[in-house]
């Protein structure tokens, strides 16, 4: 009867291990060597680093690749002050090992019920008590799990990563690591291995023994063996067992969503390609959909994904109709071929761009759309706080004021509370606006001159503050220079312009300009009294509602020069 093929989507090709097991090595003289090599046996792709001379330095770790380390070789390593030595992980192990950054936010240097929080998660899967160490000089832990007897390596990485992101605690390369990993699975004929983590309290190297609070203790390996025995003896495997099959089966299910996942998604973005135009607005949306699935499903790029995408376009329903980019769509395709390459990958390949940073960066040439909409919807709750201040109705009580803006910006309560310093009564010190009459409104008073003595610093303007060329005539429209005296073309008036309106800011540019103030007024620690006042001393009286937009840049600039000279005055 046939092998019953597994699906690739559910689980990738199983393989047996190569022949990499130990075998019968000769062990160190020593007896706390021999332990060590009993305790840490996979010789193979072990990791090797000069140990830094600076503290602060990373270990430039290398891996053997052609040969195994021999137990007395990992033993010569680990008593070698000028040698860093890391070890992997067999099909079976005895230690599972969490490791905090020195900068991550779950260290207890920042966050005193960190250690608490990962006990407490541990203890769910059975795991009671654990060995602390500060692995290197640079404050980073590792927080070891002797287990008394073997278990399955992969199951135990599953459990380890499942139990933590249950309590919270998601997995993050820098912040929140475990050993061993949930390595990818290999290709047939491959063999992929776990990850490597450095020995502990290696001579020199920074790594010692710890308290609960952090305090060195007496580290050497008969201690480290003492603490490994004590906590062993504390785990409950029975539970730990449950736990591993439990994960193992979650870890399963989650391969076969996936999989049902990725058909679905095709199944969606081919609906949407058959349904084409149904009205205007709908060619972006469109045409990244083609570019999508051109990308992904078809693997396509280049000039076949941009011919791809204007083919698709042009003999979609309802293009003829409702596309308003009828004359252009060539160079649109163009651009939406780019993009989706930049942004998709074939399915099936790696990918090609860091899925685990928030933003994309300018050197992989990403668009990043995630990013984008979050841009839009700030955007939306700033001319949200506009439009509702200068009619005079936005909430004095949270809950309200909440309510207004996302009504208005078409946005979610949790996205309002990301952007809190937006809209939220805490930052929106400026009181809202009043009724302003011809009467109450009185030219600005040019802003004051910074102190002649301070330093030369920048002070970053908005681009409507900046002075800008003779286009359009600006300086002309604003401005009529006359002279009276002897010589000539004195008594004459050059430039002769009529009297124009004061300078008109676009809603984006003012919304940003009403926001500055804000966070400036919040910076300088001021109440609501103290911003009224500045105000008034600045402007003659006036209140923020009454200010015009040109004098509601100036009131931005005099903060900002305020802010300047205490940041001066400060130091």
């Known amino acids: 009867m046939p092998r019953k093929q597994t699906p690739a989507c559910e689980s990738q090709a199983i393989t047996s291990q190569p022949a990499r097991q130990r075998s019968s090595e000769p062990l160190p003289r020593d007896p706390l060597g021999q332990r060590l090599c009993q305790l840490f046996p996979y010789p193979w792709q072990a990791i090797v680093a000069p140990t830094p001379a600076d503290a602060s330095q990373k270990p430039a770790w290398q891996t053997l690749t052609q040969y195994p380390l021999k137990p007395r070789s990992l033993w010569t390593y680990w008593q070698d002050a000028a040698q860093l030595v890391g070890v992997r992980f067999c099909p079976t192990t005895y230690h599972g090992l969490i490791d905090l950054d020195a900068l991550s936010l779950h260290h207890p240097t920042r966050d005193r019920q960190a250690l608490i929080t990962l006990r407490a998660a541990l203890a769910s899967i059975g795991i009671h008590q654990t060995v602390l160490l500060r692995s290197s000089w640079n404050g980073g832990l590792h927080l070891y799990i002797p287990l008394p007897e073997a278990v399955p390596t992969f199951g135990l990485a599953v459990a380890l990563k499942h139990c933590l992101e249950a309590h919270h605690l998601p997995l993050q390369a820098g912040q929140l690591e475990v050993f061993p990993n949930v390595k990818r699975y290999s290709k047939a004929g491959e063999y992929s291995e776990y990850n490597a983590h450095r020995l502990p309290l290696q001579p020199s190297s920074g790594s010692v023994l710890l308290s609960d609070t952090l305090q060195p203790l007496p580290s050497n390996l008969s ?115 780019i993009a989706a390459e930049n942004y998709y990958w074939p399915l099936g390949t790696s990918p090609k761009r860091d899925r685990t940073l928030p933003l ?3 050197a992989n040439n990403i668009v990043n759309f995630n990013q984008k909409r979050a841009e839009e919807a700030q955007a939306r709750i700033k001319q949200a706080v506009l439009e509702l201040t200068q009619q005079g109705q936005l909430p004095d009580g949270l809950t309200a004021r909440a309510q207004a803006i996302a009504s208005i910006a078409q946005c979610s309560h949790s996205t309002l509370q990301k952007y809190k310093e937006l809209w939220h009564p805490e930052w929106y010190v400026i009181e809202p606006p009043e009724t302003v009459t011809a009467s109450s409104l009185a030219p600005a008073i040019e802003p004051s001159k910074v102190l002649e003595d301070a330093p030369r610093e920048e002070l970053h303007t908005f681009p409507y503050m900046k002075g800008g060329g003779a ?34 800011i676009a809603p984006d540019d003012l919304s940003d300009v009403i926001v500055g103030i804000q966070i400036q007024v919040k910076r300088l620690g001021w109440t609501v009294e103290q911003a009224h006042q500045f105000i008034s001393d600045h402007f003659q009286g006036k209140r923020r509602s009454q200010l015009t937009d040109d004098e509601l840049v100036c009131l931005l600039y005099h903060l900002r020069t305020r802010s300047l000279q205490q940041n001066l005055l400060d130091v």
């Open 360 to 362: 994309a960066t300018a």
């Open 223 to 337: 201690t480290f063996f003492q603490q490994w025995d004590q906590a062993a003896a504390a785990q409950d495997l029975a539970q730990l067992h449950q736990a591993i099959a439990q994960a193992k089966k979650q870890h399963q299910y989650r391969s076969y969503k996936r999989c049902r996942n990725t058909a679905l998604w095709q199944q969606e973005l081919e609906t949407e390609m058959k349904q084409g135009w149904t009205g205007p607005g709908q060619t972006n949306h469109l045409l990244k959909t083609i570019g999508c699935y051109g990308v992904v499903f078809l693997s396509l790029s280049g000039e076949a994904l941009v011919h791809y995408i204007e083919h698709t376009a042009i003999y979609s329903p309802g293009y003829r109709e409702w596309c308003q980019h009828q004359h252009e769509i060539s160079r649109r395709a163009q651009e939406w071929a």
């Open 471 to 504: 286009e359009g005539s600006l300086v002309g429209e604003r401005s009529s220079f006359s002279s009276q005296g002897e010589g000539p073309g004195r008594g004459k008036t050059s430039f002769p312009q009529p009297l124009t309106p004061p300078l008109q």
